[in-house]
Protein backbone atom coordinates (compact mmCIF):
# COMPACT_ATOMS: atom_id res chain seq x y z
CA UNK A 1 0.00 0.00 0.00
CA UNK A 2 2.58 2.26 0.17
CA UNK A 3 3.76 2.37 -3.30
CA UNK A 4 0.20 3.56 -4.06
CA UNK A 5 0.46 5.97 -1.36
CA UNK A 6 3.62 7.03 -3.15
CA UNK A 7 2.02 7.41 -6.16
CA UNK A 8 -1.26 9.48 -4.98
CA UNK A 9 0.83 11.99 -3.53
CA UNK A 10 2.11 12.49 -6.98
CA UNK A 11 -0.11 15.69 -7.49
CA UNK A 12 0.97 17.15 -4.40
CA UNK A 13 4.83 16.99 -5.39
CA UNK A 14 3.83 18.51 -8.32
CA UNK A 15 1.89 21.15 -7.33
CA UNK A 16 4.84 22.00 -4.33
CA UNK A 17 7.19 22.23 -6.52
CA UNK A 18 9.94 24.88 -6.10
CA UNK A 19 9.92 26.22 -9.61
CA UNK A 20 8.64 25.42 -12.98
CA UNK A 21 12.06 24.97 -14.78
CA UNK A 22 12.88 21.82 -17.18
CA UNK A 23 14.98 20.64 -14.71
CA UNK A 24 12.28 21.01 -12.05
CA UNK A 25 9.77 19.17 -14.36
CA UNK A 26 12.02 16.31 -15.03
CA UNK A 27 12.98 15.78 -11.50
CA UNK A 28 9.23 15.36 -10.79
CA UNK A 29 8.53 13.51 -14.26
CA UNK A 30 11.12 10.79 -13.25
CA UNK A 31 9.43 10.53 -9.36
CA UNK A 32 6.00 9.58 -10.87
CA UNK A 33 7.72 7.30 -13.27
CA UNK A 34 9.44 5.89 -10.14
CA UNK A 35 5.85 5.50 -8.57
CA UNK A 36 4.28 4.17 -11.69
CA UNK A 37 6.64 1.38 -11.65
CA UNK A 38 6.67 0.36 -8.03
CA UNK A 39 3.06 0.52 -8.33
CA UNK A 40 3.61 -2.75 -11.41
CA UNK A 41 6.20 -4.27 -9.79
CA UNK A 42 4.21 -4.81 -6.93
CA UNK A 43 0.98 -5.77 -9.05
CA UNK A 44 3.26 -8.31 -10.94
CA UNK A 45 4.20 -10.04 -7.53
CA UNK A 46 0.97 -9.70 -5.82
CA UNK A 47 -0.11 -11.45 -9.12
CA UNK A 48 1.99 -14.10 -8.83
CA UNK A 49 1.67 -14.68 -4.66
CA UNK A 50 -1.74 -14.06 -4.52
CA UNK A 51 -3.89 -13.94 -7.33
CA UNK A 52 -6.76 -12.83 -5.45
CA UNK A 53 -4.95 -10.20 -3.89
CA UNK A 54 -3.92 -8.97 -7.22
CA UNK A 55 -7.26 -8.71 -8.24
CA UNK A 56 -8.23 -6.94 -5.30
CA UNK A 57 -4.83 -4.60 -5.77
CA UNK A 58 -6.01 -3.84 -9.43
CA UNK A 59 -9.40 -3.01 -8.97
CA UNK A 60 -8.29 -0.44 -6.44
CA UNK A 61 -5.66 1.32 -9.02
CA UNK A 62 -8.00 0.87 -11.36
CA UNK A 63 -9.94 2.89 -9.43
CA UNK A 64 -7.20 5.15 -7.67
CA UNK A 65 -5.60 5.85 -11.27
CA UNK A 66 -7.81 8.34 -13.18
CA UNK A 67 -8.22 10.86 -10.21
CA UNK A 68 -4.45 10.39 -9.83
CA UNK A 69 -4.54 11.47 -13.31
CA UNK A 70 -6.22 14.32 -13.11
CA UNK A 71 -5.52 16.11 -10.39
CA UNK A 72 -1.74 15.47 -11.91
CA UNK A 73 -3.02 17.44 -14.35
CA UNK A 74 -4.83 19.91 -12.75
CA UNK A 75 -1.44 20.66 -10.73
CA UNK A 76 0.53 21.30 -13.72
CA UNK A 77 -1.95 23.87 -14.70
CA UNK A 78 -1.77 25.59 -11.23
CA UNK A 79 0.89 27.86 -10.32
CA UNK A 80 3.86 26.64 -7.57
CA UNK A 81 2.52 26.82 -4.10
CA UNK A 82 3.79 30.14 -2.40
CA UNK A 83 1.88 30.54 0.09
CA UNK A 84 1.24 28.87 3.20
CA UNK A 85 -2.58 28.90 3.30
CA UNK A 86 -2.38 26.58 -0.45
CA UNK A 87 -0.99 23.83 1.15
CA UNK A 88 -2.59 20.19 0.61
CA UNK A 89 -4.49 19.95 3.55
CA UNK A 90 -6.27 23.68 3.41
CA UNK A 91 -7.39 24.74 -0.48
CA UNK A 92 -5.55 21.96 -2.35
CA UNK A 93 -6.98 18.91 -0.79
CA UNK A 94 -7.78 15.65 -2.70
CA UNK A 95 -10.07 13.44 -2.23
CA UNK A 96 -9.95 9.71 -3.47
CA UNK A 97 -13.17 7.72 -3.61
CA UNK A 98 -11.34 4.41 -3.29
CA UNK A 99 -12.13 3.52 0.16
CA UNK A 100 -14.39 0.42 -0.77
CA UNK A 101 -11.14 -0.93 -2.94
CA UNK A 102 -8.82 0.29 -0.67
CA UNK A 103 -10.87 -1.80 2.46
CA UNK A 104 -11.34 -4.66 0.20
CA UNK A 105 -7.74 -5.12 -0.36
CA UNK A 106 -6.49 -4.89 2.86
CA UNK A 107 -8.46 -7.33 3.55
CA UNK A 108 -8.01 -9.94 1.33
CA UNK A 109 -4.06 -8.55 2.09
CA UNK A 110 -4.54 -9.76 6.15
CA UNK A 111 -6.16 -13.11 4.66
CA UNK A 112 -3.99 -14.53 2.03
CA UNK A 113 -0.55 -12.89 2.82
CA UNK A 114 -0.08 -13.78 6.08
CA UNK A 115 2.36 -16.28 6.95
CA UNK A 116 0.38 -18.86 8.57
CA UNK A 117 -1.63 -18.51 4.79
CA UNK A 118 0.90 -18.63 2.58
CA UNK A 119 1.96 -21.83 5.06
CA UNK A 120 -1.73 -23.43 4.75
CA UNK A 121 -1.82 -22.64 1.19
CA UNK A 122 1.63 -24.60 0.50
CA UNK A 123 0.33 -27.84 3.03
CA UNK A 124 -2.83 -27.98 1.01
CA UNK A 125 -0.91 -28.12 -2.67
CA UNK A 126 1.67 -30.63 -0.99
CA UNK A 127 -1.12 -32.57 0.01
CA UNK A 128 -3.07 -32.51 -3.40
CA UNK A 129 0.07 -33.64 -5.13
CA UNK A 130 1.15 -35.96 -2.50
CA UNK A 131 -2.61 -37.75 -3.11
CA UNK A 132 -2.42 -37.25 -6.97
CA UNK A 133 0.88 -39.64 -6.65
CA UNK A 134 -1.14 -42.16 -4.81
CA UNK A 135 -3.74 -42.55 -7.18
CA UNK A 136 -6.47 -41.91 -4.14
CA UNK A 137 -8.94 -40.72 -6.05
CA UNK A 138 -8.80 -37.30 -4.28
CA UNK A 139 -6.67 -35.58 -7.02
CA UNK A 140 -9.54 -36.19 -9.53
CA UNK A 141 -11.98 -34.12 -7.42
CA UNK A 142 -9.82 -31.77 -6.14
CA UNK A 143 -7.25 -29.33 -7.46
CA UNK A 144 -5.28 -25.67 -6.64
CA UNK A 145 -8.21 -24.41 -7.79
CA UNK A 146 -10.70 -25.81 -5.32
CA UNK A 147 -8.43 -24.42 -2.91
CA UNK A 148 -8.04 -21.04 -4.60
CA UNK A 149 -10.77 -20.90 -7.19
CA UNK A 150 -9.79 -17.89 -9.78
CA UNK A 151 -12.39 -15.17 -10.21
Known sequence: MAALFRYEQTPYLIRRRCESTAASRA????????????????????ELDAPIVGLAYNLLIGKTAPAVQQYRVLSWQAAPISRDEDIPGTAFDIAYDNKV????????????LRMLS?????????????????????????????????I
Not at 27 to 46: H, N, P, T
Not at 101 to 112: A, F, K, V
Not at 119 to 144: I, P, Y
Request: aromatic residues 0%.
Open 118 to 150: LLNRRSMQRKLDAASKKGTGVAETSSAEDVHPP
Open 27 to 46: ALIEMISAAAAEIDLRRSLL
Open 101 to 112: ERDLCLQLMHGE
